[in-house]
Structures are given as C-alpha cells and as structure tokens.
C-alpha cells in the first residue's frame, strides 16, 4: 500500500506562477523525499527535508514538513514550462513508499 | 560517474514467459531497490538489497517474482510464467546505504506481457 498521498492530483498554472503541490502520510518517518518523474520513466530526486526540519529551501523550491499534520509541501515558483512532470513524495517508513504523485502542467 | 542503468530498455513477452530484467547500480551503493509502476501511479516497492542479501523483501507480489545481488553490485529481477498485469515500468534505484539516504533511479525497464 502507498503511504504518501500527493493533492492535487493534477494542477495546470501559467509560466511564470508558483505551484503548490501537497503530500500527507500515515506513520513516523525519518525523512520525507520530493522527486520529479517525466514522461513515465526515471525518478529525478529533487530534495531531501529531515523530520527534526520544518523548512527546506533548493533553488525554485521550498519544502516545508509538518510532522504534527503527517504533512508536506513543495512550493515551485517562478514555474517554467520544463517544469512539466509528475511530483511525488516518498517517505522512509519501514519501506520506502511513494504517494501518487501531482501531475504537473505550465502553460507557456 | 555513471548513474544507475537498466537493461533492457523495453521488454515484450508472451503470457507465460520468464523474463529477467538487470539492473547496474551506482558504484559503491550498497542498498538497491526493485520498483513497480503502472500508469498513473507512483512507484510500488518490491525489494530492497543491502549488500548481496534482500533486507526487505515484502514488496514482491507472489513467489513467481525473484530477484538477485550475488556479488552486491548488479541485480536480476526474474518473474516467471509472466502474467498481463505484470505489465508496467520495472525502476531500479540505488543508494549509498539505507532507505534514509537519497536514492538515484535508473530509467526503467517496460515491460509489456501480451
């Protein structure tokens, strides 16, 4: 079973917005990892956000984990239209488990 | 260095068939990973390596599914009497050590049972 849901499911924004995508999760985790998947193939590892952090920034992308809610966000801003592509999060519960995932759409 | 690569790229078989898909990790990373992903979906863990033994196992659908790690570099993920829904993206990942550190993913393997 999957331990990560990501909301939206599917988010389309202009170039240039921010996109927000969320992930919730069920148990404890050590970590909380956001990747970015095109076109149905290999997994790009995006950023890493540790349970004793609450915010992560890398480049375009802000992190926040609130282990209170078993919630995290990925902020993107400033979007491109390279930025197309499905986000998901994992985390390292006894498994490693992947939500979902938001597929991600910017309009040029 | 070189990322993680699969082999092959694409895999079309008939119901029924054995099949065995590899998988070259990052050199020096001690833990890999097995996943599954059908379409619009994320990916579904199957195994995970530490070194040559399967540390966790419990991902693995039913007993026609098997991987390997003899030498705790390459792996083989080998699924016999293959079945049509067994059809998805097959992803390799490899990590430094343990499920807590960043995995690195290979493309994948499709692999389409008919």
């Known amino acids: 079973s999957q331990q990560g849901e990501e909301d939206p499911q599917a988010l389309s924004i202009q170039e240039g917005e921010n996109a927000t995508m969320n992930c919730s999760y069920k148990?404890?985790?050590?970590?909380l990892q956001w990747y970015r998947q095109n076109s149905g193939r290999g997994l790009v590892h995006l950023i890493l956000?540790?349970?004793?952090?609450r915010e992560k920034h890398s480049g375009r992308l802000r992190v926040t984990l609130d282990t209170s809610k078993k919630s995290s966000s990925l902020l993107i801003t400033a979007s491109r239209a390279a930025d197309t592509a499905s986000y998901f999060c994992?985390?390292?519960?006894?498994?490693?488990?992947f939500g979902t995932g938001t597929s991600l759409t910017v309009i040029p | 260095g070189a990322g993680v690569s699969q082999t092959p790229s694409n895999k079309v078989t008939e119901k029924g068939k054995y099949v065995e898909l590899r998988c070259d990790p990052i050199s020096g990373h001690t833990a890999l990973y097995w996943y599954r992903q059908s379409l619009g979906q994320g990916p579904e863990f199957l195994i995970y390596f530490q070194g040559t033994g399967a540390a966790d196992d419990s991902g693995l659908p039913n007993d026609r599914f098997f991987a390997v790690r003899p030498e705790g570099s390459v792996s083989t993920l080998k699924i016999q009497r293959t079945e049509r829904g067994d059809s998805a993206v097959y992803l390799c990942?490899?990590?430094?050590?343990?499920?807590?550190?960043?995995?690195?993913f290979g493309p994948g393997t499709r692999l389409t049972v008919l």
């Open positions: 956000i540790r349970s004793n952090e």
């Open positions: 148990t404890s985790i050590n970590n």
């Open positions: 990942a490899s990590s430094l050590g343990t499920p807590s550190d960043t995995q690195y």
């Open positions: 994992a985390t390292d519960a006894s498994q490693f488990y």
